[in-house]
């Protein structure tokens, strides 16, 4: 299984940090700092990945996501 996309934005009304996963419906983690909310959405991918398994829901694939890159 490879790497999954983690995308992290900035809520305003929380002032936290929210980390999601498009592969994986519903895998979702908060933290104060970007990389907080990094570590969190690790453990929340490996917890989601191992629930998928005990109850034998299909595990998606990683896709490709492009990185824009300024001009």
């Avoid at 191992?50 to 896709?63: G, K, L, M």
């Amino acid at each position: 299984m490879g790497k999954y996309t983690v995308v992290i934005k900035y809520c305003n009304v929380d002032n936290i940090y929210v980390a999601s996963v498009p592969e994986l419906r519903g895998c979702m983690a908060h933290g104060d700092t970007q990389a907080e909310a990094l570590e969190e959405i690790q453990t929340a991918i490996e917890l989601w990945l191992e629930t998928a398994q005990e109850v034998n829901e299909p595990i998606p694939e990683p896709f490709y996501l492009p990185v824009a890159v300024g001009k």
